[in-house]
């Protein structure tokens, strides 16, 4: 399977041979044991062979470093045009089906839950995610999300810019964000975290909070969260 990835799966080059080459540096930097995250965005052309690629990347990651395949939808104006109809959601229930087969390279199992859930109704959940991580933006500034859509906090070159991070007031999780609705990815495992459908052994597997000072601070917060609740 590893030199028959179709070309369908990284359609977003027209060209054989820029796929190609696409495939073979992923193989290359796997081999390395460089820690790969692969942030595949849902559409209707791509969605039919996601289990392929899931197998693709389970079984470069049994001979190479770690790979994480996250999955996510389209965001905003584009749904319409690109996003996963209502008929065609089959590839992604089975996915979860056979989680055991590629459970090396996926997220944990709460997730591509949640995943189906807000593919189906939108996102209705509440979301804790700034509350853990600020977007900042080329001109120095910084957003309440790192996603977007959300109100901006102040500038880096404000002074002083602590003041701004203090005060939570500009997050306001009851209101109904539109870029939220269909929004999902990576920094939801936090939101399920904090729920407890995942635990922090799970929440582990992913490189970016296996290093314990990120974990450690992971947890103070949402011992704040979880408390304020």
Do not use: W
């Amino acid at each position: 399977m590893l030199d028959e990835i179709p070309f369908i799966i990284l359609s977003r080059t027209e060209n054989k041979k820029k796929h190609q080459r696409i495939v073979n540096n992923l193989k290359e930097i796997s081999r390395l044991g460089i820690p790969i995250e692969i942030n595949c965005v849902l559409t209707h052309y791509n969605m039919a062979v996601i289990n392929e690629f899931a197998g693709f990347l389970q079984e470069l990651s049994e001979i190479a470093g770690p790979i994480a395949f996250m999955p996510r939808p389209v965001r905003g104006p584009a749904r319409p045009v690109f996003g996963v109809s209502s008929t065609g959601f089959e590839p992604l229930e089975e996915l979860i089906e056979s989680y055991h087969l590629y459970s090396r390279i996926l997220p944990p199992k709460a997730y591509l839950v949640g995943l189906l859930e807000v593919l189906k109704f939108g996102n209705v959940q509440r979301c804790v995610i700034p509350f853990f991580i600020l977007g900042i933006e080329y001109d120095g500034t910084i957003s309440a999300c790192t996603i977007g859509g959300m109100p901006q906090v102040g500038k880096l070159t404000d002074n002083p810019v602590k003041e701004h991070l203090k005060n939570k007031t500009h997050y306001y999780p009851e209101v109904d964000y539109i870029p939220c609705r269909d929004c999902y990815n990576q920094y939801d495992l936090l939101n399920h975290f904090v729920s407890g459908t995942i635990s922090s052994g799970e929440l582990q597997k992913m490189a970016i909070y296996s290093d314990p000072g990120v974990l450690d601070t992971v947890n103070r917060i949402r011992g704040t969260l979880v408390n304020q609740n």
